[in-house]
């Protein structure tokens, strides 16, 4: 990561719009196992640009159309709410659902799913 670049979804491309400092690293990728990919285990990511909209993430990769994700959702529906090891620790994420599902499984040629940060999760040391 350069310096003033941000990655709200981890391991994807990076904005330098100063709004998206709040978001940096609240949205990773998993596989169907529940483990986070990062470009080590899927460099397919970092075809995966990222913008923020009007209140969206907005996600572009090559051939694919867009895909926005609203930025600030209260969760409080505990069914798509999940627990993942990361950085050797446990941390509570919210599932962004199906249709972001399909979407990232198409880019990274494998099913995976997008999971959000739960707002309580203070930090997350990430590997």
């Given at each position: 990561?350069?310096?003033?670049?941000?990655?709200?979804?981890?391991?994807?491309?990076?904005?330098?719009?100063?709004?998206?400092?709040?978001?940096?690293?609240?949205?990773?990728?998993?596989?169907?196992?529940?483990?986070?990919?990062?470009?080590?285990?899927?460099?397919?990511?970092?075809?995966?640009?990222?913008?923020?909209?009007?209140?969206?993430?907005?996600?572009?990769?090559?051939?694919?159309?867009?895909?926005?994700?609203?930025?600030d959702v209260i969760?409080?529906?505990?069914?798509?709410?999940?627990?993942?090891?990361?950085?050797?620790?446990?941390?509570?994420?919210?599932?962004?659902?199906?249709?972001?599902?399909?979407?990232?499984?198409?880019?990274?040629?494998?099913?995976?799913?997008?999971?959000?940060?739960?707002?309580?999760?203070?930090?997350?040391?990430?590997?």
């Open positions: 990561m350069s310096a003033g670049e941000f990655h709200p979804l981890a391991e994807c491309g990076g904005t330098r719009q100063p709004e998206a400092a709040a978001y940096h690293k609240r949205w990773l990728v998993v596989n169907d196992a529940g483990q986070w990919l990062d470009r080590a285990l899927c460099p397919q990511l970092a075809e995966v640009s990222i913008e923020l909209r009007l209140g969206y993430l907005v996600l572009k990769a090559p051939g694919m159309l867009r895909l926005d994700i609203p930025l969760e409080d529906d505990d069914s798509v709410r999940y627990q993942i090891a990361l950085g050797g620790e446990t941390i509570d994420v919210v599932d962004e659902g199906e249709l972001a599902a399909a979407w990232i499984s198409n880019v990274v040629g494998f099913p995976a799913r997008v999971m959000k940060v739960h707002p309580d999760v203070a930090e997350v040391r990430w590997p």
